[in-house]
């Protein structure tokens, strides 16, 4: 029955990007590339947005192998990097903010000199990761003492809210005060100011957009930006996730695009459309527990 519906599911988003790959697609440039992970844990889950502690160096050691150098998003605010980015520059995205980020990351980052920025679920730093469908294991957030001492070294921060709700479908007060309180939060922690901030499920609409405007961010990020956005906005900026299952030879195609990177693209979107199963099951176990 389970399997039916994964293949519906498949098949049904397979012939939706056909359409939109024929009639639909915009020619892509990518000029500094984004990339978005989340678990660096040899600690296994159900998630395929987790890489391994292997992965991960071996991701970082073939970036620096192809010529790359990381930049943070608190160097692309600072007035003399914002005019120009030059030469083979990325910059690494971590959302959630994972203890394992402090454990299995920063040493290796630090190891081939490379920064990256976090996403932080403010009203979990320091606990575990409840907000997160059961079906993984707990996994601890990182803890303000782990911030502060990499946020010294160089790695910047940025808001993924508060709670890690499905913003679209929040009213307006709350969308501001997920907004808000997390900024303050995090600048009053780091001593730094915070100017961007990270989607939960990167999904948003316009009053979303608004919202991330009034409380005073510069830019936010996404995975996929919406179908009805007719131009590159500051604030559905989209980024490339890396996966589990990605050898190589995906890395390339999600940092230099290309003929190939449809096959990229569709896979995002199909790991995307499962990971908002999240929210579905997140929120009947949280009406199961209202109803008992
Ligand atoms: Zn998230």
Known sequence: MLLYLFLGIFLLFFIIFLVWLTFFKRKEEINLPIMA????????????????????????????????????????????????????????????????????????????????TVFLITGYVGKFNQWEAGFGRNFPHLNWKEIKEMSRYGISFGSHTVNHPDLTKLKKQQVEYEFLFSRKTIEDKIGKNVFYLSYPFGKYNDS???????????????????????????????????????????????????????????????INAFSNGTILVKSSKLSRISKS
Do not use: C
Not at 222 to 242: D, L
């Open 208 to 270: 979303v957009i608004e919202a991330a405007r009034k409380t005073g961010y510069k830019r936010a990020y996404t995975f996929f930006p919406n179908r009805n956005q007719t131009s590159a906005s500051f604030y559905a900026i989209p980024r490339r996730a890396v996966y589990f299952l990605d050898s190589p030879i995906d890395w390339k195609l999600k940092l230099e695009g290309g003929k190939l990177s449809w096959i990229e693209e569709m896979k995002g979107r199909i």
């Open 37 to 116: 992970l989340h678990k660096v844990d040899d600690k296994s889950e159900l998630g395929i947005t987790r890489l391994k502690v292997s992965q991960f160096e071996r991701l970082i050691q073939t970036l620096k192998e192809w010529g790359y150098e990381t930049i943070s998003l608190e160097e692309i605010f600072k007035p003399s990097v914002e005019r120009k980015i030059e030469g083979k520059k990325l910059v690494l995205t971590f959302d959630d903010g994972y203890e394992d980020f402090y454990i299995n990351a920063f040493p290796i980052l630090q190891k081939y000199n490379f920064t990256a």
